[in-house]
């Protein structure tokens, strides 16, 4: 994992200051069928390569940011908050 | 050519180099069975498909070389100490083919059943444990909780009042311990080879080819294979092999370090884990101490951790002994686990006729590595799964039956 995540409110950070949850994925409707639901809390694509999650500035901000970035160099691509519009 | 103490003696009188202990031909064009993944796992499930099941036209594929994955990264340890009936049996099957593993594939894997300590720190914790201890002896396993004074005679150097995190007693499983890893897979790899298996290294699977709704073929880096049957054991790269016939798994890829010390004097004749923070030790025969501690949190393919992590497995680990303060570490490593949802592995048939699955073994799947191999083989064999392995299906995640030992939820970097 790269060492520095840019946070868009605070800036490049050390990523300790992070907390990562997990893929970054579109929820779901409420009335959306049980497979749907159950691939998204289950199912993951897991890929080698670029990958967006949901990381919490836990030890800053303490906002809910979107880091796109890749699971084999670990370079950061993007951050962007998650309330915003996804790249 | 079968090992025993007279083949070291003439051999070592004649002065003879001695030969590969396996094969390592070119890829035929079919197969019976191909098995994707030389770890562990694959070459275990290639040793019981020819011993136990007699299907000798196997092909392990490889793509780096024989252990060079997490059957050589892993921190060696071998345990049964399971809760719940899905997991229990499974594991205790595999502890008693451990128990007879050396004798079974004549070779010496250093079985050394040295004992597991797990600490206490907290009433609640002896309950949870005691609750474990009852669940594995209902089981026909062993376990016995330790008070403090009992914990002291075995280790003595423990920080037993540490303001924070005071230790309390222990539950221990005699019978769990240590192997010597490599060795597991060259055993296996020596095994599978003798009776007929071919195991090609530097061998990566690019793609797998269908027709008519079941598999018929693998591309690979030296060139396409046939084969009747299909099975995937490729741990940390699951995601990507089940990726080739549109398959998603409920599994993400995580890194995992473990370190090893300098090597010091005997030290500690057991494992022993410490029950507030996620850190364990053993001691190598080579005098190393051998420990780890949690995966990194995020997804990752690089076998690579951070210095931070380590950092706080140095904390946990003098937290618990304060002697280790002065030792100097001298490897940090790192393997990608393929953590599944509920912490549980998967060994199962798909969607595909011919093709199988086995996956999800987060952390623990050297201490599986024999009862995967043959619960997998019978998987493949009979088709249909293996007494003890019949929780491990793909789809329990849709029907609710999950085996969560920590209760974590779908939350793989919890588990």
Redo the contacts between chains.
């Keep these: 994992m790269a060492s520095l995540i840019p946070c868009p409110h605070c800036g490049p950070r050390p990523k300790e200051e992070f907390t990562v949850r997990g893929a970054a994925l579109p929820r779901p409707a409420p009335n959306a069928p049980v497979a749907e639901w159950q691939a998204h809390v289950y199912l993951r694509e897991n890929p080698r390569g670029d990958y967006a999650e949901h990381w919490h500035h836990s030890g800053g901000c303490r906002r809910w940011l979107v880091v796109n970035r890749n699971t084999a160099t670990h370079a950061v691509h993007s951050v962007t908050d998650a309330a915003g519009e996804r790249p | 050519m079968r090992y025993s103490a007279l083949s070291v003696l003439l051999n070592g009188l004649t002065g003879k180099a001695p030969a590969p202990a396996w094969r390592s031909p070119a890829p035929k064009a079919e197969y019976d069975v191909v098995i994707v993944g030389g770890g562990g796992h694959g070459l275990a499930t290639a040793y019981y498909l020819a011993k136990e099941f007699g299907i000798t036209n196997v092909a392990v594929l490889e793509k780096g070389y024989v252990g060079s994955g997490n059957i050589g990264r892993n921190t060696t340890i071998i345990r049964s100490n399971y809760l719940l009936p899905g997991n229990n049996p499974f594991y205790e099957l595999s502890m008693k083919l451990w128990e007879g593993l050396e004798q079974d594939f004549n070779f010496n894997a250093m079985v050394s059943q040295r004992g597991v300590v797990n600490l206490i720190h907290s009433d609640a914790q002896r309950d949870a444990y005691r609750r474990r201890g009852n669940a594995m002896r209902l089981h026909g396993v062993d376990a016995e909780i330790l008070d403090r004074e009992a914990v002291r005679k075995i280790l003595p150097f423990l920080d037993f009042d540490n303001a924070r995190f005071p230790i309390k007693g222990a539950i221990r499983q005699r019978r769990g311990g240590t192997v010597r890893h490599d060795a597991v897979a060259w055993g296996y790899a020596r095994g599978a080879s003798a009776r007929g298996v071919d195991i090609i290294p530097h061998c990566e699977v690019t793609a797998i080819r269908q027709h008519n709704g079941s598999v018929t073929e693998v591309e690979t880096s030296r060139g396409t294979i046939r084969c009747k049957r299909l099975a995937l054991a490729t741990a940390g ?1 699951s ?2 092999t089940a ?1 080739m016939v549109g398959i ?6 995580h890194a995992l370090q473990a370190y090893v010390s300098e090597g010091l004097k005997p030290f500690i004749d057991t494992v022993v884990t410490f029950g507030a923070g996620h850190f364990y030790l053993s001691q190598s025969d080579k005098g190393g101490l051998v420990f780890g501690g949690d995966i ?7 076998q690579r951790g ?1 210095l ?1 992590n380590i950092e706080h497995v140095a904390e946990a680990g003098v937290a618990m002994i304060p002697a280790l303060s002065r030792v100097r570490v001298l490897r940090a490593w790192a393997g990608v686990m393929d953590m599944s ?1 509920d912490g549980s592995p998967i060994i199962d048939k798909t969607h595909l006729p011919n093709l199988y699955l086995n996956a999800g073994w987060c952390y623990g799947g050297f201490k599986a590595t024999p009862a995967s191999g043959l619960c997998f083989a019978h998987l493949i064999a009979k088709d249909a799964p293996h007494e003890v392995a019949r929780a491990f299906r793909l789809d329990r ?2 029907r609710g039956y999950l085996i969560d030992e920590k209760g974590q939820g ?4 919890l588990h």
């Design positions: 790269h995601g990507i990726a998603t798994l409920p599994i993400e890829t990194e949190g995020y997804n990752s393919y690089a951070n931070a949802m995640f849709a779908a939350q793989p970097n």
